[in-house]
């Protein structure tokens, strides 16, 4: 059983569409991240959720929204993709917070925009 | 935020104990400090974490400075499945951030 699952695994687009990625965890953790991976391998935090509630919204422009129906998901919707969007998107999720915790990601999403 | 910085690279031959540090000097009181590790196409899974003391579990070995502002993962012997790249990570207290450094791309050679 997958702790931390991601569809779709690959994403295609074309600049200026309207995608989602899901996100869900059988952890039964309370909080979940997206990250973003550019090129360069640099992971970039997104967003947290802590039981649904946002809690972090990491200097991303409005375009990215994250929704959150339960504990379980954590999705992403991307407005008006641009290239620049292009990326491995993870997401992943911890049982507390407090620092100890150790976060389970999934395996990603990679996202090319063209 | 506190962050980490990492050498870019590291090589190592197998069976023999690899030492990768972290600098973290911006690091404060209440900062757990982190490893994970990529291997290719997949998700950063966990290593290690470490307030102050030393710790030990079956991937690994973390070091702590005294003064906590530098850390090593060891791995006492390694095998070609660690070849990946190991980031070095904070996550302070009281909050839900896990602020990944940039990483050390580990290669491992028969």
């Known amino acids: 059983d997958t702790a931390v699952s991601q569809t779709p695994k690959y994403l295609v687009t074309q600049m200026g569409n309207d995608k989602s990625i899901k996100c869900e965890q059988n952890?039964?953790?309370?909080?979940m991240y997206w990250y973003k991976q550019d090129s360069k391998k640099f992971l970039k935090i997104m967003f947290s959720?802590?039981?649904?509630?946002?809690?972090i919204n990491e200097t991303v422009p409005n375009r990215f929204s994250p929704k959150s129906p339960d504990k379980a998901h954590l999705n992403l919707h991307i407005n008006s993709l641009e290239l620049g969007d292009s990326a491995v998107y993870f997401c992943?999720?911890?049982?507390?917070?407090?620092?100890?915790?150790?976060?389970?990601f999934g395996q990603g999403t990679r996202l090319t925009v063209v | 935020d506190a962050k980490t910085t990492q050498p870019n690279s590291m090589e190592s031959n197998e069976e023999e104990p690899v030492h990768l540090p972290c600098n973290h000097s911006?690091?404060?009181?209440?900062?757990?400090i982190h490893w994970y590790r990529q291997l290719p196409s997949q998700g950063p899974e966990y290593v290690i974490h470490?307030?102050?003391s030393n710790v030990n579990n079956r991937m690994a070995s973390l070091a702590i400075a005294e003064d906590r502002k530098s850390s090593t993962l060891i791995l006492h012997r390694a095998t070609l499945r660690d070849a990946a790249v190991y980031y070095c990570?904070?996550?302070?207290?009281?909050?839900?951030?896990?602020?990944f450094g940039t990483g050390t791309r580990l290669q491992v050679f028969p």
């Open positions: 992943a999720s911890r049982s507390f917070t407090g620092g100890e915790a150790e976060a389970f």
């Open positions: 952890l039964g953790h309370d909080t």
């Open positions: 959720y802590n039981n649904k509630e946002l809690i």
């Open positions: 911006t690091i404060s009181g209440t900062d757990y």
């Open positions: 470490g307030l102050t």
């Open positions: 990570t904070l996550s302070p207290y009281g909050t839900d951030k896990l602020i």
